[in-house]
């Protein structure tokens, strides 16, 4: 597989839609609600996933595509190349502050990550890896990342997600937020992965998210040795939702022996 010639492809199309959606600050978006009434879409975010698919289509007509906004393709099994497309990774902040938000895109060859691109359309920051080759943020090489501990830790996470509530054990996570250095919650899975990537922030944890919000984040995140595992600190399958514990090496493994085993996740 010529993933090089896919990775020029798929940088192009993330630029173009970028432009895209710089282009749409001037203009009227259309919001809707989806699941409840904080889970909003926008125009845009469907306008940008028709994009890819259609340009991805064009080229790779054999290639599956996964996108949050349903105009991908039904399949239920990873075999073969597949497309995972979050248009507007962090929607709630692009309408409200037009930024913190990003394009997440991951491309998949029988499960296994190949290229992960997350692209920061307002900083113009593209980070991005293929498998084996390195990690970039732009045309910079991310270094490997260090080891960390709790204490020097900023972690990112959601303040629901520490209170009361009935899907998961929101008292583990007190301790956790308690001991880090500081915590931080900036509402974009994928651009909180890549934050992982380049050491602004040291973890980042979410209880329920899509393989279209870490499915280009974690390609990024271990090309440079961090840790990407559900909350049980299992591995990932890239077709299903999970929880998410992203973080450096060391890290990782503390936060799941001294705070996460004990949880219902
Ligand atoms: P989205 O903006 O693409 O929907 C917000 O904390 C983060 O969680 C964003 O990355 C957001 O992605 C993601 N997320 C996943 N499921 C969500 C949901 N049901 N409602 C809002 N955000 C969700
Ligand atoms: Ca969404
Ligand atoms: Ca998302
Ligand atoms: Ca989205």
Known sequence: MNWEKIDAHAKQWVKEAGEIIRL????????????????????????????????IKEVYSDHKIMGEEGFGDEFKNPDGIV????????????????????????????????????????????YHAIRGKGAYMNDKLLPPLKEAGVKEAIIALNATWVMENNRIDHNLLIPLARDARGTRSYGTAALEMVFVATGRIDAYLSMRLAPWDFGGGTVIVEELGGIVTNLRGEKLNYLSKDSLLVAKPGLHQTIIRDYLKDGKW
Request: glycine share 6%.
């Open 24 to 55: 749409s600050f001037d203009k009227t978006l259309n919001i809707q609600t989806k699941s409840n009434p904080n889970d909003l879409v926008t125009n845009i975010d469907k306008e940008i996933e028709q994009f890819f698919i259609r340009k």
């Open 83 to 126: 497309w995972l497309i979050d248009p507007i990774d962090g929607t709630m902040n692009f309408i409200h502050q037009q930024r913190n938000f990003a394009i997440s895109l991951g491309i998949y060859e029988n499960g296994i990550g190949r290229i992960g691109l997350v692209y920061d359309v307002v900083h113009d920051e593209l």
